[in-house]
Structures are given as C-alpha cells and as structure tokens.
C-alpha cells in the first residue's frame, strides 16, 4: 500500500498545556510542565513526520490529475 491510497491518517494534535494552578511551584520532578514539554517534543516529531506524508500524498495526487 502506498502513501497515495486513501489511508486514514490524521494530523496530530498538540497537546494540552496544563493551566498555572496544575504546578504546585513545589519543584516536584517531574512538574506537570516537563510532561507537557516531552509532549510537545514528540508531538513537534509526529507533526513533521505527518507534514512529510502529506506532501508525498499531496504530490501524488497532483502528478494523478
């Protein structure tokens, strides 16, 4: 199966920033915000490699027409 063919494949989503009451300021490790931005991390690395897929899909069904 090729990236072309009609394959469910979404954008991802970002994730949800916690709001400033989830850190208790405490200095807990790790802090709700060091989960949030291994999220973003991973989700900036999902996105890219989306964004690739899709320009490939995009390509192929321009050079289809």
Known sequence: ???SD???DP???APEAPTDDMC???GCDPCVWDTYNAAV???RQ???D???REAVRQAAAKAGN
Do not use: R, T
């Open 1 to 3: 199966m090729s990236l």
């Open 6 to 8: 009609d394959v469910f």
């Open 11 to 13: 954008m991802p989503e």
């Open 24 to 26: 208790c300021g405490s």
């Open 41 to 43: 991390q991973v989700y």
């Open 46 to 48: 999902q996105l890219a």
């Open 50 to 52: 989306w964004q690739a």
